[in-house]
């Protein structure tokens, strides 16, 4: 392999931009898989001299990163499996009594809890199955349901270091710790999920109305059918729970991030080994193969060496370097244009790649504002994040939890259209950016 200097030849900057504007090309149209798109993009990036490993992770991001990554996902994977939030929404149902209204209401706070502590798009794939048999048997639309899961989710998500993929490329970016991270965002999720539910209310409390005899449909339900064997969920819920403390307390305890999550991920699987190992027992090697590829090993390899070469090839330091000259060096207005910029960005454009590429460009701002003495990046961080989240719930497009949701709903006919969506949620959107705004202004900078 080519060695790089931090010095490159004008070639190289450009050749970094082509490959991930090419992948992130086929990423959206995903007419190929997208972890042999990554891995074909890492390998051409590595074969161009674009990125060396060693000095390349070292500089960028770390092997500790895909770890967290990957354990991640098996942990999201694993909760799922057994069926505890599918079981808790079936009880909401219930304990509302099938009033549309509080479902929706409350469904959207479920999914927003259980995005901040597992996985958005997990949520939203337990959630949406539900909502649709909410919404046909209760002869309503499914959009007032969706649409508030959907953007919970999505700022659910971007309170923890755990809740989406951006979020948690971003927290290891950024060295930070789980507490410190949510401590910062927590509150300002909160504040933009409550003003989610009251938009909801407001806009649809009219609409959600159905007759007795339909309630009493839905209410046939039993929540104890979505959950799995005992001595799969008992045992799984514990160790979700010992890894959601050792997370929070890992600043504390001095512990990393990413082995807590591997020791986590390794328990589950351990518990739940039947439905690990049963395609490799039934000799279907093609589902174990895309179990492999489903877990992101190699998707976010792939794509940490591109968003790394476009680092190491001097475009995150350009970018930074216009950013700074714009800002003139202020941190207040450099987050508030991080925070804008993240949103417009986040509405368009899929949610990891977009945090990959725009870390590189952060973790460049951030040596140089600490060079200079000016002060902490650490505002930068969380205006990234906080961005790319309220930038996902504004469309179907950006984030795997809305095209999950919209997937799901086609598949049945629900009559859930993106330009309805868009109608509800893009002015949503736009005032809890300025709402953001306002927080990051009056409370974190």
Same mark, same amino acid.
């Given at each position: ?335 508030? $244009?991080?925070?804008?910029? %993240?949103?417009? !960005? /986040? #509405?368009? +454009? ?6 990959? &590429? @725009? *870390? ?23 205006? $990234?994040?906080?961005?790319? %989240?309220?930038? !996902? /719930? #504004?469309? +179907? ?6 095209? &999950? @949701? *919209? ?23 736009? $005032? ?14």
């Amino acid at each position: 392999m080519t060695d790089v200097t931090r010095d490159p030849a004008m070639w190289q900057p450009i050749c970094a931009l082509l490959i991930f504007a090419a992948a992130y090309v086929l990423f959206v149209i995903e007419k190929w898989n997208r972890s042999l798109v990554a891995l074909g993009g890492a390998l051409l990036a590595l074969a161009l001299g674009l990125f060396p490993l060693k000095a390349g992770f070292a500089s960028y991001f770390s092997g500790q990163l895909l770890l967290l990554l990957v354990s991640m996902y098996v942990i999201s994977v694993c909760l799922h499996q057994t069926g505890l939030l599918a079981a808790a929404a079936s009880a909401i149902v219930r304990k509302t009594r099938a009033r549309p209204m509080a479902i929706a209401l409350w469904l959207s706070l479920l999914a927003a809890l259980g995005a901040a502590l597992t996985d958005a798009l997990v949520v939203i794939a337990a959630l949406t199955p539900l909502s649709l048999e909410t919404a046909k048997r209760l002869r309503l639309s499914p959009m007032p349901l969706l649409v508030g899961q959907i953007m919970s989710a999505c700022i659910g998500g971007g309170a923890t270091l755990l809740g989406s993929g951006h979020s948690r490329i971003i927290g290891a970016a950024a060295s930070g710790s789980f507490l410190h991270y949510a401590a910062a965002l927590a509150p300002l999720m909160a504040l933009l999920l409550l003003i989610v539910l009251l938009a909801v209310r407001l806009l649809y409390g009219r609409k959600l109305l159905a007759s007795e005899a339909n309630k009493r449909e839905l209410l046939a339900l039993q929540p104890h059918d979505q959950l799995a064997e005992r001595s799969v969920t008992l045992p799984s819920l514990l160790i979700g729970l010992l890894v959601l403390a050792a997370l929070l307390l890992s600043g504390w305890l001095g512990w990393q991030a990413a082995y807590i999550a591997a020791a986590g991920a390794a328990a589950l699987a351990a518990v739940q080994y039947r439905e690990w190992l049963a395609p490799l027992r039934s000799r279907d090697y093609r589902t174990a193969l895309r179990t492999v590829s489903d877990s992101g090993l190699i998707f976010y390899f792939g794509l940490l060496i591109m968003a790394g070469a476009l680092g190491w090839t001097g475009v995150g330091r350009f970018l930074a370097d216009r950013a700074l000259e714009l800002s003139q060096g202020s941190v207040p207005l450099l987050s508030l $244009l991080t925070l804008w910029l %993240s949103t417009l !960005g /986040g #509405a368009v +454009l899929e949610h990891v790649p977009l945090a990959a &590429a @725009a *870390a590189t460009v952060v973790q460049d701002m951030g040596r140089q504002l600490q060079q200079a003495g000016i002060g902490s990046a650490d505002p930068l961080w969380w205006a $990234l994040s906080a961005g790319i %989240s309220l930038g !996902g /719930g #504004a469309t +179907l497009l950006s984030s795997y939890a809305g095209m &999950a @949701a *919209a997937g799901m709903a086609s598949a049945q006919s629900a009559g859930f259209r993106h330009v309805d969506y868009v109608k509800a949620a893009l002015p949503l959107s736009l $005032l809890l950016l300025l709402v953001a705004s306002l927080y990051f202004k009056l409370f974190l900078l």
